[in-house]
């Protein structure tokens, strides 16, 4: 059959004398299609919104931190309380030539800033320069914390996008200006947006206040104590390899069993990206099932509808073939009804849904920043529109087989 204008109005003119069955066939189809496109951009969307809470923080880091003891060692019971030093940082670096970034911090977490008649709650961080590379900054104003800072022991801060809105909430630029923390003043010297809460040590996300680590063991008048030493690996280096090391340096440094996991925490960061990236292959797993569920469900519905349809035009497909339709053009004629009935169906399943997942996108941008793309990319929705046709000419195949076995004798006495 020739695809000409008039085989196109007869394929519509066939599709709307029913308009409601019509509808509701190519509802089906239709919500399949949106089901699956929604499921998609939506999972890729929670899926960069779950990452943000991971954004910046190394893949290859650990952290390690003092707890009590749960092992009697050389004498001393468990139970025993004990803290990090700042020579256990050297220590680390000298006797473990694997590890690439070794940083000390410090935390309180009772603070509260003020800027003029305002203020809020900050947890306050004392770090060196080379902790942005464990957990990257998404500056917004200014500069990170360096070794100047240190050196000098400056009183100057970085703050976070929470903070920053509570104390500036008419916006602009704050570095240079000063708050004040604890009856002391601190310069503003850039403001961190980035609010990795999945990985946050020492406070809220957003509320975090990072001070230069020699200035807050002077503040606060914390000596050479260290709460947290951040750690990183050397490209192609485990981290969970290196952990029974770590323990063994700081164990014996402080008479704590270097067996004991719980006196020394050392909490790999790689378990939680597995764990993450576990969890979205599952969920990619469950969106296409469901939504390809949906769409077959959708198809079968159209085979159906197609093949009542040829039921009540049984007569008419018996005249066609008796003034010299051959059965090839008959299988054409239902397959491209079942196919336009698709197409359209789909195609507005799919604009549909990415107009739905661009409001979520547009819900989910603050200040120019997008949190997460809830979008299907270029080759996904071709995929889509391809899976349509195909499940078209599938949806017509039966009733077309049903129409081809029709004999012009056997219509004619059709009632």
Known sequence: MRLDID??????DTLTRNKSRSFLTGFGVFWGVFMLVALIGGGQGMKEMLNS?????????????????????????????????YRDVDKLRQRIPELDVVSPMLFTNDGTAYYGDRKTSVSINGVLPAYQQINSPMLFYGRYLNDMDIAGKRKVCV????????????????????????????????????VSGGVSFGGEAGTIMLLPITLMQQTYN??????????????????????????????????????????IMVFNTEVLFQLLDSLFR????????????????????????????VKERTIEIGI??????????????????????TMVAGMSGILFGVLILQMLELGNTEDGIVAAHFQVD???AVSAAAAIAVMGVLAGLAPAARAMSIKPVDAMRDE
């Not at 650990?62 to 749960?70: D, G, H, L, N, V």
């Not at 469900?297 to 197609?306: D, L, W």
Request: one cysteine or more.
């Open 159 to 194: 703050i976070g996008k929470k903070t920053y809105k509570e104390l500036f909430p008419g916006g602009g630029d704050p570095c240079g200006k000063f708050i004040r923390v604890d009856s002391i003043y601190y310069q503003i010297v850039g403001v961190d947006y980035n």
């Open 378 to 380: 270029f080759w996904t």
């Open 282 to 309: 599952g969920v990619n797993f469950l969106i296409w099932l469901v939504g390809l569920g949906t769409l077959l469900a959708g198809a079968i519905g159209v085979s159906n509808i197609m093949m009542v349809t």
């Open 7 to 12: 085989t196109y109005r007869e394929i519509l």
């Open 53 to 85: 809470n991971f954004e910046g923080f190394a893949t290859n880091s650990a952290m390690i931190w003092a707890q009590p003891t749960s092992k009697a060692y050389k004498g001393f019971r468990k139970g025993r309380l004990w803290n990090m030093e």
């Open 222 to 263: 914390r000596g050479n104590e260290v709460d947290m030493i951040s750690v990183t690996g050397k490209p192609g280096v485990v981290m969970s390899t290196l952990a029974p090391k770590i323990r063994e340096v700081i164990g014996r440094s402080h008479l704590v069993d270097p067996t004991d996991e719980q006196g």
């Open 320 to 341: 066609r073939r008796a003034i010299g339709a051959t059965p090839r053009m008959i299988l054409s004629q239902i397959i491209s009804e079942s196919i336009v009935l």
